[in-house]
């Protein structure tokens, strides 16, 4: 092999090693709460960890609007979207099974991750919600939207909007067997019991854009009833980085380095 070669072959498996690594981690994060003893209190999300960041700069839902929201009948299943919270957590209003749009953007709108969207397995919904402020693309290489979904069963649709509520990018679902553990449980009005929350992140890249307004969340019946929350890292607000982490691949630093001297202008690009 000539050395030419040898350096486009060490390049090639640098690349896949950082985009394995990057895909690997893309949806894992670690969800900082003030408390996990009691899961029907208020669990208050303080920050959050991904790649070793920490991320306390939050964006929230400010606004709803509501496409499509099957009603309830007299069956307590029955409907899809409501609103759900921890048995003695603290809400902005009261739980309702059929919720207006404010009532909505009210339950996903603050860091409580006991007041979430709860989701029957027999309707279909499709709400837009709104972001306080535009959710951009940075080079910080974390995820922008996190979602936790009690009970890790469901799935949700996602997609990204602009300012006026038109759809833009491409449409992802997110499957309850990608989810992630949370690390605590939430017990709420709607279940005898408490459960396991999931979690999933989501880049910008993954939407198929650079910048959004909000999003699009859509389920079926065959989505299980998703109950979630969402929440978005804010744009251009500095993470912390923690010392000592520089990405834990000090071998092939070594290759990234022959790398970087082979072509110097893809690297630093
Ligand atoms: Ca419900
Ligand atoms: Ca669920
Ligand atoms: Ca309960
Ligand atoms: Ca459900």
């Known amino acids: 092999m000539k050395f030419n070669q040898l350096v486009t072959s060490i390049g090639l498996t640098v690349s896949t090693v950082l985009f394995v690594s990057n895909s690997a981690q893309a949806a894992n994060f670690t969800t900082n709460i003030n408390q996990k003893t009691d899961a029907k209190k208020d669990i208050l999300l303080e920050s959050i960890q991904q790649k070793d960041q920490t991320i306390t700069q939050f964006s929230f839902v400010n606004k709803a609007v509501i496409n499509k929201n099957t009603p309830r009948t007299k069956d307590a299943n029955s409907g899809a979207a409501s609103t759900d919270s921890g048995d003695k957590a603290t809400t902005p209003v009261i739980t309702k099974e059929d919720p207006d749009a404010v009532e909505i953007a009210k339950f996903l709108g603050n860091s409580n991750l006991n007041n979430i ?27 922008s939207l996190f979602f936790w979904e009690r009970g890790m069963n469901s799935d949700l649709m996602v997609q990204a909007i602009d300012s006026t509520g038109n759809i833009i990018g491409n449409a992802i679902t997110l499957l309850r067997k990608q989810q992630q553990d949370a690390g605590f449980k939430i017990d709420t009005k709607e279940i005898g019991k408490s459960q396991e929350v999931g979690s999933w992140g989501v880049s910008l890249a993954q939407l198929g854009v650079t910048s959004l307004s909000g999003i699009q969340l859509s389920a079926t019946s065959k989505f299980n009833g998703p109950d979630f929350k969402v929440i978005a890292r804010k744009s251009s607000v500095k993470t912390v980085p923690e010392p000592g982490t520089v990405i834990g691949l000090g071998s092939v630093a070594a290759l990234a380095f022959v790398r970087r001297r082979k072509s110097n202008k893809a690297i630093s690009q």
Not at 136 to 142: A, I, P, V
């Open 117 to 143: 969207i709860d989701g029957e397995d027999t309707g279909s919904f499709n709400i837009n919600v709104f972001f306080d402020s535009l959710i951009k693309e940075d080079n910080s290489g974390l995820d």
